[in-house]
C-alpha cells in the first residue's frame, strides 16, 4: 500500500492498554520515528467498545487519516512508510527486510504470547498489580468499572488466554526457546538482530521481552523484582543475564529515551 507521508499537523491516535507490550512495540516505534501521537488508554474489558468502532478487537490500534491499522505488525509498516526522521525500521535490501520479517513474526506470535500467559499466571488475580498494569490515565468510568468488575476481569482475562499451571509452564519453555534462538543470533558479536543497524526485528524483540526484563527505560514499569513472587523474580534474573536479554536491556538504554510515567 502507498501512504502519502504524514502532514505536520496530523496527530495520529494510538488506543491502548497501559501494560499491554503490543502496545509498546507501537509507543517505541512512534517515538523513535519522531511522529506525533495521542495515546488512549483503556482497562481491558472496556477497550473492545473502542476497538470495534475501528474494525479491530485487540490493542494497539491506530486511528489515522488514511485508516486504521489493528495489527501492530501492520502499524510499524506503515509508520516506517509515512515517516521523515529518515530512520527506517525495515531495511531496503530485500533479503534483509525478510529476515526482519521473519524474526518480527516469530516474536509476535510465540514470544510476545508466551511472556503475556506467563506473566498473567502469577499477577492477573492481583488487584494492586493489575491496577497499576491497567489503570493508568484510563478514562475515571473504567477505573470505577475496574473497581467493581476486577474480579470478573481478571477471570475472563485467565479463560481468555486458557491460563493455568501447565500452560505457565509451556510458556517458560517457549519463552527459554525464543531466548536461546536470539542468544544464538548475537553468538558471533552481532550489534543488531539483522543487518548492522537497529530494525523492527530489535525493537519488536526488546519491547515484547520487556516484562521479563523489567528495563529501567520502560514507560510503564508496574513492580521492582523485589516485589514479584520468588519464582518470578529467579527467572527474570536468568533472562536478563543472557545475551538476549542484556541485548534488549541494551536496546532500552540506547534507544528508548522516555520519562518513566510514575
Ligand atoms: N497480533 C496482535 C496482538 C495484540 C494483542 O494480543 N493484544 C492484547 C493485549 S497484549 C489484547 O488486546 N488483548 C485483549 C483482546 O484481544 O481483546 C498485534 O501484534 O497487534
Not at 506503515?78 to 524474526?103: K, M, W
Amino acid at each position: 500500500m502507498n501512504h502519502s507521508k504524514i502532514t505536520k499537523t496530523e496527530v495520529l491516535r494510538l488506543i491502548t492498554i497501559p501494560i499491554s507490550h503490543y502496545c509498546e512495540k507501537v509507543r517505541w516505534a512512534l517515538e523513535l520515528l519522531q511522529i506525533q501521537y495521542i495515546e488512549e488508554k483503556h482497562v481491558p474489558a472496556f477497550h473492545r467498545s473502542v476497538t470495534h468502532k475501528y474494525g479491530g478487537s485487540s490493542v494497539p490500534v491506530l486511528v489515522t487519516k488514511s485508516g486504521n491499522f489493528t495489527d501492530s505488525t501492520d502499524i510499524l509498516h506503515y509508520l516506517d512508510t509515512i515517516n521523515l526522521s529518515g530512520v527506517r525500521l525495515y531495511p531496503e535490501a530485500l533479503e534483509l527486510r525478510r529476515g526482519v520479517e521473519e524474526l518480527e513474526e516469530l516474536f509476535d506470535a510465540k514470544l510476545g504470547v508466551d511472556i503475556r500467559n506467563w506473566g498473567y499466571y502469577y499477577r492477573s488475580g492481583d488487584r494492586q498489580t493489575m491496577r497499576k498494569a491497567w489503570c493508568k490515565d484510563t478514562p475515571l468510568l473504567e477505573r470505577v468499572g475496574f473497581e467493581i468488575a476486577f474480579p470478573f476481569i481478571s477471570a475472563k482475562v485467565r479463560k481468555l488466554y486458557s491460563i493455568t499451571a501447565e500452560s505457565a509452564a509451556r510458556s517458560l519453555a517457549g519463552i527459554r526457546d525464543i531466548f536461546d534462538r536470539v542468544d544464538r543470533i548475537l553468538a558471533d558479536g552481532k550489534p543488531y538482530l539483522a543487518g548492522d543497524k537497529l530494525s523492527a526485528a530489535d525493537l519488536t524483540f526488546a519491547a515484547l521481552a520487556a516484562p521479563v526484563l523489567l528495563p529501567l527505560e520502560h514507560p510503564v514499569l508496574v513492580s521492582q523484582i523485589e516485589e514479584l513472587p520468588v519464582e518470578m523474580a529467579s527467572v527474570i534474573k536468568e533472562l536478563q543475564t543472557t545475551a538476549a536479554g542484556s541485548h534488549a536491556l541494551g536496546l532500552y538504554r540506547e534507544h528508548r529515551h522516555l520519562k518513566r510515567e510514575d
